[in-house]
């Protein structure tokens, strides 16, 4: 049976997330969806991270195995695209290892949020960028998201209810950089915790703000209570940005 592999974007702006969900609109029902009507098999996909509603993607990885498609591999976006609504592309198809797996298989993630600082908002990111009027002190936001980086006890950044075994994990890199007012924030993970990064950058905008030191910080991922820390920030902010698999 063959393993493919097949790089997607989307706007998840109209969708409850990655993952299918009975009766609502999701970017896996549609992805399954569209496969079925290029071959008889009922194809259940696993993608590398299960966005929530509003999240965008621009690499996540999808895979499934099959043995009846008749569609070429290298054709597979084309043929897919036809059928997929126009917020969601498939834009690149290989065929992987037997075990190959979208989720197990991946090393490292990265995920990017938009922030829009300006006196206005921007009408052309209103679904991609999350719009602050208050300027912010990036200073200090840059020096606190180095206090992510490392092998650490996430806890108190992920959501209540998280069935994660464990909340330790390891932050290669997080960074910051601007394109004039628009500002983006890079978090690169070996995994995360569910709404991690969302809990993240809203604590980052809270210190920029100036609502929350450096210290105060600390005391709050040392706590590990998800009460401690700022509100979730809203998601269509957020994009998944690319999945390592080396």
Known sequence: MKTYCLIVQYDGTDYAGFQVQPRLRTIQGELEA?????????????????????????GQTVSFRDDRLTVPVDRLPYALNALLPKDIRVIKSRLESSDFHARISARAKTYRYQIYESEFPNVFLERYAYWIRQPLNWDAIDECCRLFVGR????????????????????????????????????????FLYNMVRNLVGTLVDVGKGKLDLDEVRAIMKSGDRRLASATIAPHGLFLESVDYS
Request: charged share 20%; proline share 3%.
């Open 152 to 191: 650490l006890d996430f806890a108190a950044f992920a959501a209540s209810g998280s069935s994660a075994k464990t909340t330790v994990r390891t932050m290669h890199a997080v960074t910051v950089h601007s394109q004039g007012p628009l500002k983006m924030i890079r978090f690169t993970a070996n995994g």
């Open 34 to 58: 569209a496969l079925r009507k290029l071959g008889p098999n009922d194809i259940r996909i696993a993608g590398a991270g299960r966005t929530d509603a509003g999240v965008h993607s621009e």
